[in-house]
């Protein structure tokens, strides 16, 4: 069985608070760090299934400001999220 990705991360807007996330939600914080424009279901679909779960996850448990941008595709629209908030990871495992 494969061992589980973890992140810790500071969350430099809430007095530097330390947090550590887990599986997908912590590949979540690493591909947000990896691109200040956003992430998409698509862009991630190799192994996002369910981004907007984690994004409601980030939003809710750990306060982090993420945006919703609607973006136009040819079947509709499609969710882009956007980290606002002022966060580093301090160590993944």
Same mark, same amino acid.
């Given at each position: 069985?494969?061992?589980?990705?973890?992140?810790?991360?500071?969350?430099?807007?809430?007095?530097?608070?330390?947090?550590?996330?887990?599986?997908?939600?912590?590949?979540? *914080? +690493?591909?947000? =760090?990896?691109?200040?424009?956003?992430? @998409?279901?698509? %862009?991630?679909?190799?192994?996002?299934?369910?981004?907007?779960?984690?994004?409601? *996850? +980030?939003?809710? =448990?750990?306060?982090?400001?993420?945006? @919703?941008?609607? %973006?136009?595709?040819?079947?509709?629209?499609?969710?882009?999220?956007?980290?606002?908030?002022?966060?580093?990871?301090?160590?993944?495992?």
């Amino acid at each position: 069985m494969a061992k589980k990705l973890k992140v810790t991360f500071v969350n430099h807007e809430k007095n530097d608070e330390k947090h550590t996330v887990t599986g997908r939600v912590a590949q979540t *914080i +690493l591909a947000f =760090k990896q691109t200040s424009m956003g992430i @998409t279901a698509h %862009e991630m679909s190799s192994w996002a299934f369910r981004l907007g779960a984690y994004v409601f *996850i +980030l939003r809710d =448990k750990y306060e982090l400001r993420i945006d @919703t941008l609607r %973006e136009p595709h040819q079947d509709g629209y499609h969710a882009r999220y956007v980290l606002r908030s002022n966060v580093s990871p301090t160590s993944t495992s």
